[in-house]
């Protein structure tokens, strides 16, 4: 059963995983949200300037009252860098699709990595879910080099499935896991 507990704050090793504010909005600019690069694969396209960025910070942290909002601020040596969050909830099927952005100056330090176990830690061990998934453009492996990092299985490619900023056809992977995976490589790791 489903006990919806929010954005809570998550402590890691090296990051702090916390609720976005409005005065992230130079930092988020500056950081990700105003590059093509890192939106590349993304839904959205990169801010026009910091005001842009300021208006989605505002509508994210009214969202904040409602209990099934799941959308981190990552927080790495006392600045935002990127983002991580649930970007589909099937409560009646149990369970979330991740999804996440960095800027590129922090790409591959293991930063994604650690956010998205800390996050899915969470998902399973308070908020119950039964299944989380992540799916990612065949073109982006890091993306899905997260999702295997953090234990999830490949389940399939589906065909030119997302339209891209570019108007490109994107084939999209699939990774899952569910409880019982997660609590038997829990059970391992002891
Ligand atoms: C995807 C993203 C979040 C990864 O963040 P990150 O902090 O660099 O991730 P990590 O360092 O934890 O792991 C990345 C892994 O991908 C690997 N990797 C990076 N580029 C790669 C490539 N071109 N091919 C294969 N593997 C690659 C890294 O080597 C690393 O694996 P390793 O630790 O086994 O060496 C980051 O690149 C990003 O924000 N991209 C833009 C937004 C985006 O695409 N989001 C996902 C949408 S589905």
Redesign the pocket.
């Known amino acids: 059963m489903i006990t919806h507990k929010g954005t809570k704050t998550l402590y890691t090793k090296r990051l702090i995983l916390r609720h976005f504010t409005v005065e992230d909005a130079a930092d988020m600019y500056k950081n990700w949200a105003s590059s093509e690069e890192?939106t590349r694969?993304?839904t959205w396209q990169p801010h026009s300037s910091p005001e842009a960025t300021k208006y989605v910070l505002g509508l994210w942290c009214s969202d904040y009252e409602k209990p099934d909002t799941y959308n981190w601020a990552i927080e790495y040596e006392e600045r935002p860098i990127?983002s991580i969050g649930v970007v589909r909830f099937d409560t009646q099927s149990e369970h979330a699709e991740l999804?996440?952005?960095?800027g590129t100056a922090?790409?591959?330090?293991?930063?994604?990595?650690e956010a998205a176990q800390a996050v899915i830690d969470y998902l399973f061990a308070e908020v119950s879910v039964n299944r989380i998934g992540i799916?990612?453009?065949v073109k982006?492996?890091?993306?899905g080099?997260?999702a295997q990092?953090c234990g999830l299985t490949y389940e399939g490619t589906k065909r030119a499935y997302f339209k891209s900023n570019a108007g490109e056809f994107l084939d999209i992977s699939d990774y899952g896991i569910l409880r019982s995976d997660w609590e038997l490589a829990r059970r391992n790791a002891l």
């Open positions: 890192v694969f993304l990127g999804g996440y952005c960095m922090f790409w591959n330090r293991g930063l994604m990595s799916s990612h453009a982006n492996p890091a993306s080099r997260v990092k």
